[in-house]
């Protein structure tokens, strides 16, 4: 095998990019090395307690260590490797590769968890504690949750499949034994280095509270009102009492603001009251989804509030889409309020969403006009008004060329038999890769 490195192979300049771009969408630290765990790339939104450590040369040799056996661990598996690193954080890896060449991997995280979730050591833990400036910088880390690494790791790890096309030379040889490739790219030595990795237990079922939770917490709006329509499907699907369904799902609601956010419950729980004693046995559909996005916006709002230290990113465009599905949006807008350049906001939406803006837009547009004709009278004319829609032809043609129907045929399919519109979902279309 030719010994040519990650600097030679790639595209360094197009590798940065990518990594900067998900760091900047996702808050995330990134950094790309070669298969001895050294960086090929800058540090992208590395932690003040990362940086730190690495400025130590004792310590940075150690993360370079963690940083190599990460990366050759997840080619070995074919799959993103999260792991404790020497310090006490949660890192992951993924592969990158020329062909059939490991040339280095992509390192993410630097994220703080509770110690119950934290994955296991990769290396021997580090005894930093008691360096006041370490122990200063480790308290001002914020605690995240596994699940929101694990989210962002399977959307890298789908990244990284696509920077084979970043290859500057393509080297078409036999591909060798896997054992050969780590004979020809030894590893830093590492005492007490596990021969084997741990197999991490299996996950519990994800139930109704843990699954909101874990979409709020990562302040991802749009899979949490997906997860909400999902429960209200069944409850409108089911023969059961309408009203004791909704409380349910309000209580949900409740039980992820004790979680993320404590100090809103009482407020909340108050205003759910107020609902409650107002609702009728025959609350409609869409007015009970649009109640409990607005509850679950209010969670979001205080937890994002909670969070000081937090950089405004990708996921509050995002966010605003979600809450917003009847405005047109436009990219100039969004772009405002994030103060990055529209072109800048349009390549980095695409790079993470896998779609357009103004498709992205419109498919949130598009599923909500869904709802609101198969679980209202509302006339056509309304609807499209409603949704920003000045026109309804336009409106009309749009729906068709995403529903494949016109308005009025989407609501006949979706009529129950008494002629009344049926309960229908909120569509899981283009919700974001970002869960982070």
Known sequence: MSNLGIATLLDLSQLQNVLE????????????????????????????????????????????????????????????????????????????????KYVGAILCGQVRVPQAQAPGLLTPRTAWRGDAGLDSLWDQLPVSTLSRAAAAAKTLFGVSRMLDGMSLVHHRTETPPLIEIIDQHPLPSLELLPTKFDEPPAPPAVDEHAALRDAIDAED??????????????????????????????????????????????????????????RSSSINRFQVQVHIERLLAIVLDEVVRSRPRRRADLRDVLNDIARHPNRALSLTEAAATTHWSPGHLSKLFRSVTGSTFVSYVTAWRISRAQLMLASTEMPVQKVAAELDFHQVNYFSRVFRAHTGVTPSEYRRQCSSRDGKPAGVSLPAHHHPLLRA
Do not use: W
């Not at 760091?23 to 001895?36: I, K, N, P």
């Not at 992208?44 to 040369?57: E, G, I, K, L, V």
């Not at 329509?229 to 004790?258: C, K, P, T």
């Not at 979680?259 to 759910?272: E, F, K, M, Y």
């Open 221 to 278: 709006l749009s899979s949490a009102y997906v997860e909400a329509s999902q429960i209200l499907d069944e409850l409108y699907a089911s023969s059961g009492d309408l009203r004791e369904g909704i409380a349910h799902i309000e209580d949900l609601v409740i039980a992820v603001a004790a979680d993320c956010t404590p100090r809103l419950v009482a407020h909340l729980t108050q205003s759910i009251q107020v609902h409650r004693d107002r």
């Open 21 to 100: 771009d998900f760091s900047e969408a996702t808050g995330l630290a990134t950094v790309a090395v070669d298969t001895r765990g050294v960086p090929v790339t800058p540090a992208y939104a590395f932690t003040d307690f990362c940086r730190q450590m690495r400025s130590d040369p004792v310590h940075n040799k150690l993360c370079h260590a963690c940083d190599a056996h990460g990366g050759l661990q997840s080619l070995i598996e074919g799959s993103p490797q999260m792991y404790t690193c020497h310090a006490g954080l949660v890192d992951f890896s993924v592969p990158i590769t020329d062909g059939d």
